[in-house]
């Protein structure tokens, strides 16, 4: 019953919205990744990264980004019927086809490949594709649905935008640039638990086994805990390895006391809206973070040898 909707033959193009297609596009969460790789971007060198490079990298990343979240739009259709905070998407709600959003989401992969390979290069290109597939279909299709761990493997995806945007400058894979892989990598499970705590009861309804559904709510507040352990010990490496100074270590320091206290409260409080306070504190969490790597990257550049 829940798929009548989005296959009605009373659909037609008048219908269409370009808020729907905007909104296919998750652009909060590609916002968030944009941001990482132009971070990574500005890293890799020591003063501001060639102009053309920056730009259609930017560009060709961001559209991949848009391209795999349609297509998790497309493949999650059916759940997303069922739950209450993705009832109203594009597909679900009747505003979209089938045919129209996959059209939409290849339309965008293809020029994304094309900016990335003409360009940039070929290396940022074939890693760009490899994160689009191993987030839109392996995760969503696949590892979503087959784990409790899905979104601790499904991670790596998620974590490579810095490295992309990295490649794009310097055509290589760099040790700095995996760090920075890192520190996401460890931020996604605390990030996303906190969320799926609070949506535990839609992820019930549609049998996908994330944490607090298969394990229980204590659980995975001990994991958040102890995860957030493991990511504050990885967001120090940066200035352990040289890469970031005293300026991003004093930011991050705070940061993560901030995250700290957030995941031991999730242990001491009942408090239904806390898991959702975390999880938001936790996107501006990355966010500053990020800025702290360039705001420091760039001072250091300013101090004499």
Known sequence: ???????????????????????????????????????????????????????????GIGLASASAAAINHLLDQRIDAVMVRTRDRPLPSGHLSEARVLIFALAMAMLSMLILVAFVNVLTAVLTFASLIGYAIIYTA?????????????????????????????????PDALLLFLIIFAWTP???????????????AVDIPMLPVTH?????RWHIFFYTILMVITTILPYLSGMSGLLYLGGVSVLNMGFLWYA???????????PMQTFGYSITYLMVLFAFLVVDHYFMALIPG
């Open 190 to 204: 605390p990030h996303f638990w906190a969320l799926a705590i609070f949506r535990k009861a839609d992820y019930a």
């Open 142 to 174: 696949w590892l979503k649905r087959a784990t409790p761990q899905n979104i601790v493997i499904g991670g790596a995806a998620g974590a490579a935008p810095p490295v992309l945007g990295w490649t794009a400058i310097t055509g290589q894979v760099e």
């Open 264 to 274: 031991w409260r999730l242990l001491r409080s009942d408090d239904v809206q806390l």
């Open 1 to 59: 019953m829940a798929a009548e909707p989005h296959s009605s033959p009373n659909i037609t193009l008048s219908q269409d919205s370009w808020r729907d297609y905007f909104e296919l596009t998750k652009p909060k969460v590609v916002v968030l990744i944009v941001f990482t790789a132009i971070v990574g971007m500005l890293l890799a060198v020591p003063g501001l990264p060639p102009l053309v490079p920056f730009l259609a990298g930017t560009l």
């Open 216 to 220: 229980g709510v204590n659980f995975t």
